[in-house]
Structures are given as structure tokens and as C-alpha cells.
């Protein structure tokens, strides 16, 4: 039942690991997100996708890339994981296409990645 | 984007209301107000979102002021529960579909 779902939970790993996170939504919405809370607690986009299509990459180092299967899957890839990823991980989605819809987004539990 | 101004936290009794400001001077005609929040070890949950009118839903209320300068999520009656951070962010209706979060408002709730 569960609208955005996420997994890992945690993931604690060494410098220089590849990881993958992966998020899916029942919702049926055509936008998807990841987003990157640091210690400081501040939230921040990293990536959205729409219908499948790249909308936005804010500037996020290219070892993370995001793909998209479908429009219910959003997973985030890392590459040569640094000790300045750790942080926790949310994944959102919204339905942001039809006329008048607020874009309201529904965030998953997030991933606490640890990088040792 | 335009920015929002919000207290950094605020305290209150259980079963009280609580009222959280925000300050949106630069906010243009069709920003939307969006109120977020995020409980402990959570991600961030919708609350409620107006453009110009008053509006209200079964977690709050959020008055906006008649410039839209300025507006306030009003907590009816504080539970503990509702303990968390608050974030009010502005949205254009398609602005890349972006959300910019702010440090938002740390409510503690008194039992």
C-alpha cells in the first residue's frame, strides 16, 4: 500500500563502491524525483523525470546518474561513492501534467547512505 | 527563485494552536504557497498549498495576506504529533516541477 517506496533503507558502504537506490511509485503520477538532505538537514533537488524524460539535473556530480525504466521507477546509480555522499536520500513523485493539478509531491522513507 | 523567510523555530502546548509565518516579499502573481513538512527520521509530507485565498484542509489552515506578501499556517490545535520541521515554499505552477526547500520552521510541542 505503501505510495513511494524506497530500497535501501540504509546502506552503508566503502569509498570507491558503486551503488544503486531504487524508488517506485504506485500512484500513477508522471513525475518523479530524487532529492539529497545532507547532515545540515537541508533538502535539495538532484534530479526529476517526466514521462521517462530527464527535466531536471541540478548540478550533481555525473557519478550519479538516475534512470528511469518507467514512469513508476526512478533509480538513482552511483558511481565511486565519496565520503561526501553520505546523506539521506528521498525520492518524491507528483502528477504535474493534467490541467490545474497542484504538483503536489508524495516523498518515500528515504535512504541513509553511509560512505566509510 | 523567489525566497521565503521563515522563523528558524517555535515552541507550543499541546492542544494549543500554532501560527507559522512566512515572508514572501518577491513573490510573483503566479506563485503558488506551498507548506511542507518533515517529521523525525521522515521524509517531507504535503500540507497545504493556496495561491491567493484562504484555505483549509484537515491537517491545517494557511491564511494568506491580502498582497500575498506574506502568509501563515495556522495548526489548529497542536498535537505531539505534529512536532517537526515546517517548510513554505514557492511554486510556479510549472516551474520545472522543482520544490526549493528553505531551513523552515523547527516546531517543538509541549505535553
Known amino acids: 500500500d505503501t505510495a513511494v517506496s524506497q530500497t535501501p533503507k540504509y546502506l552503508v558502504t566503502q569509498m570507491g563502491n558503486d551503488k544503486s537506490i531504487k524508488c517506485e511509485q504506485n500512484?500513477?503520477?508522471?513525475?518523479m524525483y530524487w532529492y539529497k538532505q545532507d547532515s545540515k538537514k537541508f533538502l535539495k533537488i538532484m534530479f526529476s523525470y517526466n514521462n521517462k524524460e530527464l527535466i531536471i539535473n541540478e548540478t550533481v556530480p555525473n557519478r550519479f546518474s538516475p534512470k528511469s525504466p518507467d514512469k513508476a521507477h526512478l533509480n538513482l546509480h552511483i558511481n565511486s561513492l565519496e565520503l561526501g555522499d553520505s546523506a539521506v536520500y528521498f525520492c518524491a513523485s507528483s502528477q504535474n501534467s493534467l490541467a490545474g493539478s497542484s504538483g503536489t509531491q508524495y516523498f518515500g522513507p528515504g535512504t541513509r547512505l553511509l560512505v566509510l | 527563485d523567489a525566497k521565503t523567510t521563515q522563523p528558524n523555530s517555535m515552541e507550543s502546548n499541546e492542544e494549543e494552536p500554532v501560527h507559522l509565518p512566512c515572508n514572501h516579499s518577491t513573490i510573483s502573481g503566479t506563485d503558488y504557497i506551498h507548506w511542507y513538512r518533515q517529521l523525525p527520521s521522515q521524509g517531507p509530507e504535503y500540507v497545504i498549498h493556496g495561491l491567493t485565498s484562504n484555505v483549509n484542509n484537515r491537517m491545517a489552515s494557511l491564511a494568506i495576506a491580502e498582497d500575498r506578501k506574506s502568509s501563515t499556517l495556522i495548526l489548529h490545535r497542536a498535537t505531539l504529533r505534529d512536532a517537526a520541521v515546517y517548510y513554505c515554499i514557492l511554486r510556479l505552477p510549472h516551474d520545472d516541477y522543482k520544490l526549493s526547500f528553505g531551513a523552515g520552521t523547527t516546531v517543538t510541542v509541549r505535553a
Open positions: 500512484l500513477g503520477h508522471d513525475t
